[in-house]
């Protein structure tokens, strides 16, 4: 049976980012390829919110972390919290998580955290969709660490 991996559909060439943008990060998929993995992509924040959207940050608050877009400052936290439940529910066999460095939604250790203001309070936050992958103990990993700890081996 092939190893699995949940893969940011970005980084597969998926035209999801918030811009409309391609991001594809080929040297990603070949890799998980090489290493026999089924990939699985996802895009929490495309299937929810469509492309384009306003971007979104993680934020701070009193009620505590949500994601909010940047300029209108809606809270779209429920809507990701609810997808990554339901993928993984749904995928309960996956072996490993790959996800967007930075991302709100799929950075595992970079994920942007600010406070209220807009001050950057840390660069090392899961986003919310990694931060369910790594609850439910699946290995993780953002695509440039992916890359450069494999290039380092």
């Known amino acids: 049976m092939r190893k699995k991996v949940a893969l940011s559909a970005c980084l597969a060439g998926k ?76 995928h309960p066999d996956i072996d490993f998580f790959v996800g967007k460095a930075r991302s709100p939604s799929c950075g595992v250790a970079t994920a942007l955290l600010y406070d209220e203001e807009g001050n950057l309070l840390s660069d090392t936050e899961a986003g919310i969709m990694a931060a369910e992958a790594l609850a439910r103990g699946i290995e993780a990993a953002d695509d440039e660490k992916l890359l450069k700890f494999n290039k380092n081996s």
Request: glycine share 6%; proline share 5%.
């Open 15 to 90: 035209n999801c980012r918030y811009n409309g943008e391609r991001k594809g990060n080929p040297e990603v998929v070949a890799h998980l390829e090489k290493e026999g993995y089924e990939i699985i992509e996802f895009c929490p924040e495309d299937t929810c919110f469509g492309t384009p959207r306003e971007a979104m940050d993680l934020v701070r608050t009193d009620e505590g972390i949500k994601a909010l877009t940047k300029f209108s400052k809606t809270d779209r936290t429920l809507p990701v919290v609810e997808y990554a439940e339901n993928f993984f529910s749904r």
